[in-house]
């Protein structure tokens, strides 16, 4: 089943504390909007209230309008959290996609773990300083072509 979904993470996948994106985050989420993959976040914000908080704790560049807004689940407004499996399985059920074609991508080996429990692939991916961003678009390819 090939992947037609690309969930992230946004600390230490995509920005860091610091609201600077990581090395490759943007080129990589362009270049997969252009292959044609459908892009979400699945992300924890615990005491936030509105999106603007969020927003405001990422790059000043950040666009929101990137990722589908069905496919952005924050933790404060879904009311689950990751690690929990439930969080990835409304992630999927919102895919409107089978589990199989949805992948998660982040730091954290448990929330990876959980996705795959979720049905989920998923790949993990180095923090900084040692972001492989700039490769994951083709590790996503390979990762195609092993389904």
């Known amino acids: 089943m090939a992947i037609a979904v690309v969930f ?3 600390g230490d996948t995509l920005v860091t504390a610091a609201r600077q994106w ?3 985050a ?3 989420l362009k270049s997969l909007r252009h292959n044609g993959f459908r892009l979400g976040i699945i992300s924890n914000t615990p005491g936030l209230t509105t999106r603007a908080e969020i927003l405001n704790l990422l790059p000043t560049d ?3 309008a990137v990722f589908e807004t069905n496919l ?3 933790s404060s407004e879904v009311g689950k ?3 929990q499996k439930a969080i990835f399985v409304e992630a999927v059920a919102r895919s409107g996609k089978p589990a199989g074609q949805c992948l998660y991508c982040s730091e954290n080996i448990v929330e990876t773990l959980m996705a795959q429990e979720a049905g989920m692939r998923s790949i993990r991916v180095q923090v900084a300083p040692n972001s492989d961003l700039s490769v994951l678009q083709q590790k996503i390819f390979d ?5």
Do not use: C, N, R, S
């Open 81 to 83: 959290e990751k690690p």
């Open 26 to 28: 943007k080129v990589l």
């Open 72 to 74: 952005t689940l924050f």
């Open 8 to 10: 992230f993470d946004l």
């Open 62 to 64: 950040f666009d929101p």
């Open 143 to 147: 990762f195609q072509a092993l389904i």
């Open 22 to 24: 990581l090395p490759g």
